[in-house]
């Protein structure tokens, strides 16, 4: 879908031509695409800041039906993350006008202070994102994703970026892999469906799949995740993904927060946005797609994903504020409040990967406080970690993809808030404050000397009003991120 093709506007015959034009300079170095910009430039609705939009039809300076001008603002403000946006405008115009291709000029990547390999992949990314449309519950199906992508470049470049085409395809797939099992509604994806879901792509893949139902979960005492879908007719699942290539000298593991609808429990959530619960298994979604991702792009690293997978539900048979059970590691937890679920499944799988797979690193990512969503807002997530240089690379990866991090503190003195008199810890704090870093610290008393870091993903792994390169539902966040910092790590 996704191709580089000369820009001879001279032979080719386009049906759309996108342009991406800065407001202070002229970022092409095609004489045919300066002309079409000092053109638009000449109108007054046209100056090129961002958002700025105008369409030439059948313009004597190219044999185009259509050129497109997308104003991306001043050159300086130009980065990767405007790129990919351009790119994902460009297509959802394309999308909504029921057009079945699209040509995107990349501009002279000289000009604008990002290598060409930046650019293409800025536009790529941008470009295949933005294709994605989640309709599978609709009848009337009233668009169509473009059939055909193809970026304009320079006739000795065609063929000189095909691995960057080829792992920017697959990331992407990923991502829309983990959209589109968020944004599923939670009666098409109880546990044993979502796990299946994963099951059928993983054997497809290079991936060795292993899952343990409720008796193998009550038979290795899984305390955590048995109390957390204990009120649910849906039984739970612990998911196990490994990726083991040839030579692998790190083991990098990978936990997934996957409550596949959350209804607090006992401890009901307010009606209010309780509808998007279905998305509180974004962390499993993301570590699944990442390794099936991590397998077709043949990522060094040995990596493993452990996902455990429930449903939160009130009944006779659900767990109760003051009940205590003991987790997979042994140590036991007093339940204070029954929508902090997400932590006492992550702890059992958290204990298990460490147990079974020795990893050198483990990364937990869950959608695990409306605290994180709070303190950083709906689009970055929350990084902690006690590792500097894999705190550090989280929030590099995250800014190289715009899933963007911000690390936050693990206090030593905040441990207080977690003791229980009665129990060895308990799951929620005592204090209604810091809510994001309590949790990651009730995480960190199981993780042992293990290097490890939680990515709080609650804000951004969900979006109510489309983005320029993701529709209404889930983001897929984490995907692109974790593709990138494995191939660091």
Same mark, same amino acid.
Not at 74 to 89: F, I
């Given at each position: 879908?996704?191709?580089?093709?000369?820009?001879?506007?001279?032979?080719?015959?386009?049906?759309?031509?996108?342009?991406?034009?800065?407001?202070? *300079?002229?970022?092409?170095?095609?004489?045919?695409?300066?002309?079409?910009?000092?053109?638009?430039?000449?109108?007054?609705?046209?100056? &090129?800041?961002?958002?700025? @939009?105008?369409?030439?039809?059948?313009?004597?300076?190219?044999?185009?039906?259509?050129? %497109?001008?997308?104003?991306? &603002?001043?050159?300086?403000?130009?980065?990767?993350?405007?790129?990919?946006?351009?790119?994902?405008?460009?297509?959802?115009?394309?999308?909504?006008? =029921?057009?079945?291709?699209?040509?995107?000029?990349?501009?002279?990547?000289?000009?604008?202070?990002?290598?060409?390999?930046?650019?293409?992949?800025?536009?790529?990314?941008?470009?295949?994102?933005?294709?994605?449309?989640?309709?599978?519950?609709?009848? +009337?199906?009233?668009?169509?994703?473009?059939?055909?992508? @193809?970026?304009?470049?320079?006739?000795?470049?065609? +063929?000189?970026? @095909?691995?960057?085409?080829?792992?920017?395809?697959?990331?992407?797939?990923?991502?829309?892999? #983990?959209?589109?099992?968020?944004?599923?509604?939670?009666?098409?994806?109880?546990?044993?469906?979502?796990?299946?879901?994963?099951?059928?792509?993983?054997?497809?893949?290079?991936?060795?799949?292993?899952?343990?139902?409720?008796?193998?979960?009550?038979?290795?005492?899984?305390?955590?995740?048995?109390?957390?879908?204990?009120?649910?007719?849906?039984?739970?699942?612990?998911?196990?993904?490994?990726?083991?290539?040839?030579?692998? /000298?790190?083991?990098?593991?990978?936990?997934?927060?996957?409550?596949?609808?959350?209804?607090?429990?006992? *401890?009901?959530?307010?009606?209010?946005?309780?509808?998007?619960?279905?998305?509180?298994?974004? &962390?499993?979604?993301?570590?699944?797609?990442?390794?099936?991702?991590?397998?077709?792009?043949?990522?060094?690293?040995?990596? %493993?994903?452990?996902?455990?997978?429930? /449903?939160?539900?009130?009944?006779?048979?659900?767990?109760?504020?003051?009940?205590?059970?003991?987790?997979?590691?042994?140590?036991?937890?007093? %339940?204070?409040?029954?929508?902090?679920?997400?932590?006492?499944?992550?702890?059992?799988? %958290?204990?298990?990967?460490?147990?079974?797979?020795?990893?050198?690193?483990?990364?937990?990512?869950?959608?695990?406080?409306?605290?994180?969503?709070?303190?950083?807002?709906?689009?970055?997530?929350?990084? !902690?970690?006690? +590792?500097?240089?894999?705190?550090?690379?989280?929030?590099?990866?995250?800014?190289?993809?715009?899933?963007?991090?911000?690390?936050?503190?693990?206090?030593?003195?905040?441990?207080?808030?977690?003791?229980?008199?009665?129990?060895?810890?308990?799951?929620?704090?005592?204090?209604?404050?810091?809510?994001?870093?309590?949790? #990651?610290?009730?995480?960190?008393?199981?993780?042992?000397?293990?290097?490890?870091?939680?990515?709080?993903?609650?804000?951004?792994?969900?979006?109510?009003?489309?983005? =320029?390169?993701?529709?209404?539902?889930?983001?897929? !966040?984490?995907?692109?991120?974790?593709?990138?910092?494995?191939?660091?790590?």
């Amino acid at each position: 879908m996704l191709n580089l093709e000369s820009a001879d506007f001279g032979k080719v015959k386009i049906e759309t031509l996108v342009i991406p034009v800065c407001e202070d *300079n002229d970022i092409h170095d095609d004489q045919t695409i300066s002309l079409l910009i000092e053109k638009a430039k000449g109108f007054k609705e046209f100056k &090129g800041e961002k958002g700025d @939009n105008l369409i030439f039809y059948n313009p004597d300076e190219v044999n185009a039906q259509r050129v %497109i001008l997308l104003g991306l &603002g001043t050159l300086e403000k130009t980065d990767l993350e405007t790129l990919r946006q351009a790119g994902g405008r460009a297509v959802k115009q394309c999308i909504k006008k =029921d057009l079945s291709e699209v040509r995107i000029a990349v501009p002279c990547a000289g000009k604008i202070n990002l290598d060409i390999a930046s650019v293409i992949e800025g536009l790529m990314e941008g470009a295949f994102l933005g294709n994605h449309l989640f309709d599978r519950y609709k009848q +009337d199906k009233k668009h169509k994703p473009l059939s055909e992508i @193809n970026l304009l470049v320079k006739p000795d470049m065609v +063929d000189k970026f @095909n691995e960057l085409l080829s792992r920017v395809e697959l990331v992407c797939q990923g991502s829309i892999l #983990a959209r589109d099992w968020v944004t599923t509604p939670s009666n098409d994806k109880r546990p044993e469906a979502f796990t299946q879901s994963i099951v059928s792509l993983a054997e497809q893949e290079d991936l060795t799949v292993t899952v343990l139902d409720e008796k193998e979960l009550e038979l290795n005492k899984f305390g955590g995740m048995l109390a957390v879908a204990a009120g649910s007719l849906s039984k739970p699942r612990l998911l196990v993904l490994e990726y083991n290539p040839k030579a692998a /000298e790190k083991t990098v593991a990978l936990v997934g927060k996957g409550v596949t609808f959350d209804s607090g429990g006992i *401890n009901l959530k307010p009606s209010s946005g309780l509808e998007e619960m279905k998305m509180d298994m974004a &962390g499993a979604a993301a570590v699944a797609a990442t390794l099936i991702t991590a397998a077709r792009l043949k990522t060094r690293v040995r990596t %493993i994903g452990v996902i455990p997978i429930v /449903e939160n539900m009130p009944s006779g048979n659900a767990a109760r504020p003051g009940d205590i059970v003991r987790s997979y590691s042994g140590k036991t937890v007093e %339940i204070e409040n029954t929508d902090a679920e997400g932590r006492l499944i992550l702890i059992d799988a %958290i204990s298990y990967a460490i147990k079974q797979y020795k990893p050198q690193t483990l990364i937990d990512m869950a959608t695990l406080t409306g605290a994180c969503a709070v303190a950083l807002g709906e689009k970055i997530a929350g990084a !902690f970690s006690f +590792d500097d240089q894999l705190a550090e690379g989280i929030v590099f990866s995250g800014k190289k993809t715009h899933e963007r991090c911000w690390r936050m503190p693990l206090p030593e003195d905040y441990k207080e808030l977690i003791k229980s008199d009665l129990a060895d810890i308990k799951n929620m704090s005592s204090s209604r404050w810091g809510g994001a870093i309590t949790a #990651a610290l009730f995480l960190s008393e199981f993780v042992e000397d293990t290097r490890w870091a939680h990515i709080d993903i609650a804000g951004p792994a969900y979006i109510e009003k489309e983005s =320029d390169y993701c529709g209404v539902g889930g983001t897929g !966040f984490g995907v692109r991120l974790l593709c990138d910092l494995l191939e660091k790590l």
